[in-house]
């Protein structure tokens, strides 16, 4: 297939360009600095500035993982605005460009996340459940709408609501490691918050999968089917690190600290993959225990 990709040169979207050129797939990819990309994704990558430089470019399928880290600056009103039209903007011309192709692409698979569904506290979460009204909501559920418009155009659209992505060198585990293997590391606020979670190497498969399925579409929850609270993940990395956790964030700094920001570490859901896995999917990595083995080495 000749597949277009937005976020290509992130930290998920790196991998999945890689194991999709193996299985000998044409990559169409959107990047601001076509120069840098080109040094992190495979040869013969073909790399455009704008998504309408593809124009006349025939597509089969588009994975959408472009935005703005939502956890990159304390949430300022410009930054809020920044946040929602970094994803509206290209998921927009995406849609456009489907519009414009003589035969639209089959499938569109486009990132959302878990803060969808907002604070739910210790119940199970599925695709079903009912959000809370709060930013992060109302974020992933404008960039979800802006990519269902493609369904106009009879594009079947795959909507990823993805958990902490984890694995060496990049996401979350990143900035958690170094306090971590010092002994700094412990829980934040009371630790009961849920932390939906999944390696990077089975998101990558998901969207594979659901590039492939040709009946599956609207959202999936994207986190392995054993959530962890907060207190449960950091004790489980500072095993394997054979390190400490016991040097906790008060909740009252961190909201001192990050804000607004602050809610998605307070809070979270204990999101469960329950399309997927009615669809079939299986997870390589379905405990935390195996995916920190896998990535700590330990």
Partial sequence: ???????????????????????????????????????????????????????????????????????????????????????????????????????????????????????????????????????AHRLCAGWEAAAKEAEAYSVRVALLRTG??????????????????????????????????????????IIEFLLEQDTLSGPFNCSAPNPVTNDEFVHTLAKHLHRPAMIPMPAGVLKALLGEMSHLLLTGAAMQPKRLEEAGFTFEYPTLDQAMQEILGS
Wanted: glycine share 10%; charged share 25%.
């Fill in 1 to 135: 297939m000749r597949i277009l990709i937005t976020g290509g040169s992130g930290f998920v979207g790196q991998l999945l360009c890689k194991r999709l050129h193996e299985q000998s797939h044409s990559l169409l990819v959107v990047s601001r600095s076509p120069d840098k990309t080109r040094r992190l994704l495979p040869p013969d990558t073909d790399i455009r500035q704008r998504v309408h430089d593809f124009d006349g470019t025939q597509i089969d399928a588009i994975v959408n993982l472009a935005g703005e880290s939502i956890a990159g600056k304390r949430w300022s009103e410009e930054q809020k605005k920044k946040l929602v039209e970094s994803r509206l903007s290209i998921t927009s011309d995406l849609v456009t460009l489907c519009g414009k192709q003589e035969t639209p692409p089959k499938v569109m698979v486009s990132g959302s996340a878990m803060g969808y569904y907002g604070a739910q506290g210790q119940r199970p979460v599925d695709e079903d459940t009912t959000p809370q009204d709060e930013f």
């Fill in 164 to 205: 902490l992505v984890l694995d060496r060198n990049g996401g979350a585990l990143k900035q958690m490691l170094p306090p971590f293997k010092m002994g700094l590391g412990g829980r934040i606020g009371d630790g009961r918050q849920y932390m939906p979670w999944i390696h990077r190497l089975d998101m990558v498969r």
